[in-house]
């Protein structure tokens, strides 16, 4: 299912290009070769899906050259038997993908070669495309809202399903990391394989080889028979690795290792066992940070972080929180056999008055305990939150400046009426005794678009 890897080759020297491509070659990596930069120019168009490998020096158009003379989007690999610090630097600026001094490794080179084939991908498959429209429609129906932010997201997340890079998703706890890791994996041509979920955090380090690898039978006390482990469950799938953060360091070597050779060694066994499968991470740290302190190894940050997606908190897209809570009480009708209620005025304007820092978890949280607490006694959503009887308390009277709660008390107003009214200005203007003009500039400051309210969009 791997996507073959494309290089192309420059060197001046036969005898290197000739090496360099058998090296590649064996490890799977399709070379064509060239003794000028300038040959190879042709076709290093915007659609090239592979990577450069060139030598710095070279008669005519030489290493650097070449790297501004071509479409940015593509990786180069400046190779060098002459370098210093200053022009690794140098090239690094310009654009350049790794600098690799001579002497050098192969595997080393293959392992770049690799990554800069994946990060391609991934920068092709990111550019606008054509998106069908059932693929389109499906994902708005689970990635619910159509705020800028949330629009931005399912664009991402259609794009980076078209590959097979491995990802990162980032987010605070709540904000539906996992969502968004079966929208990957159901939009990609890995769909009717195994999605195969584990919560690295929620297992204990004497276990997480086993659960991960698989293990022999007669491996340790109480293996009496083989177990295949959750990388050859999820052959030809996903593997979602959830709060990769807090792999432990002893452990992270091992998964490092699994990831480079696509193979894995069951406890108690010497045979190696090839996979082919795609890692999501998700974090709700950043791992760059974390690498930087040396809480994450930084060689594994590199082999995860092909791609990432960042997921907005639900503070930063409060213009969805009226039709998410009225999914989560639909659902939980039907989950409890009750009919969910119509949200009133005041319950849209609670519930835009409120942070959410348990984010989407605690909206559906909310919503459950709101349709079960309405049913045996009639309350409101805005009665809930000013009893607390929600997942947190409202934060309007939190530590904020008294001009930023005029601001969130006006955005949720405006907001409200535009859901009350599906979005029809001349009536929101009326109750609120704006002129057309002040509403528009209103609506422009808290980022509030009409479109978002029309009938069928907000509830």
């Not at 994946?118 to 550019?127: E, G, K, M």
């Not at 429209?133 to 689970?142: F, T």
């Not at 297992?203 to 698989?214: Q, T």
Request: hydrophobic share 40%.
């Amino acid at each position: 299912m791997d996507e073959i890897m494309h290089a192309v080759v420059i060197d001046d020297e036969p005898t290197v290009l000739e090496s360099v491509a058998q090296c590649l070659t064996l490890a799977g990596i399709e070379a064509r070769t060239f003794t000028s930069a300038l040959e190879a120019l042709p076709l290093l168009d915007s659609d090239f899906r592979g990577v450069v490998v060139s030598d710095i020096r070279m008669p005519g158009m030489d290493g650097m050259s070449l790297l501004q003379a071509i479409d940015p989007g593509i990786p180069v690999i400046l190779i060098t038997g002459h370098g210093g610090i200053a022009q690794a630097v140098e090239a690094m600026k310009l654009g350049a993908y790794d600098f690799i001094e001579k002497p050098y490794k192969q595997d080393r080179l293959i392992d770049v070669i690799k990554r800069a084939c994946q990060q391609r991908q991934v920068t092709l498959a990111t550019q606008p495309q054509l998106v069908t429209a059932d693929n389109e429609d499906w994902l708005a129906s689970v990635i619910i809202g159509e705020s800028e932010p949330t629009r931005r997201l399912r664009q991402h997340v259609q794009a980076l399903a078209r590959v097979n890079a491995d990802v990162v998703i980032a987010g605070e706890t709540g904000t539906g990391k996992e969502l968004v890791a079966r929208s990957l994996h159901a939009l990609s041509i890995r769909c009717d394989q195994p999605f195969v979920p584990i919560n690295v955090g929620a297992i204990p380090e004497s276990l997480l080889e086993s659960e991960l690898f698989g293990h022999e039978a007669g491996a340790f006390t109480g293996a009496q028979k083989r177990r295949i482990g959750l990388l050859e469950a999820a052959h030809q799938g996903t593997l979602f690795l959830d709060e990769i953060e807090s792999m432990p360091m002893s452990f992270q070597i091992k998964l490092l290792r699994v990831l480079q050779e696509r193979e894995v060694v069951r406890v108690g066994s010497n045979t190696p066992v090839p996979i082919n499968v795609r890692i999501i991470s998700a974090t709700k740290e950043d791992l760059r940070e974390a690498a930087n302190e040396g809480r994450f190894r930084e060689d594994l940050y590199y082999r995860l972080m092909v791609a990432d997606i960042h997921l907005p908190a639900l503070r930063n897209r409060i213009d969805d929180v009226p039709a998410l809570f009225s999914h989560f009480l639909r659902e939980a009708g039907r989950n409890n056999n009750l009919e969910a209620p119509k949200l009133e005025y005041e319950d849209v304007l609670a519930l835009e008055m409120h942070d959410w820092p348990g984010n989407v978890r605690e909206l559906k949280h909310t919503a459950e305990r709101f349709l079960l607490s309405r049913s045996i006694s009639g309350i409101s959503v805005s009665d809930l939150m000013r009893l607390g009887l929600g997942s947190q308390t409202s934060t309007l009277s939190g530590e904020r400046s008294l001009n930023d709660r005029i601001d969130q008390f006006e955005r949720a107003l405006i907001s409200a009426e535009l859901a009350q009214h599906h979005g029809n200005i001349k009536e929101v203007m009326s109750v609120l005794g704006l002129p057309r003009r002040t509403l528009n500039e209103k609506m422009q400051k808290y980022g509030l678009k009409r479109e978002t309210f029309v009938a069928g969009k907000s509830q």
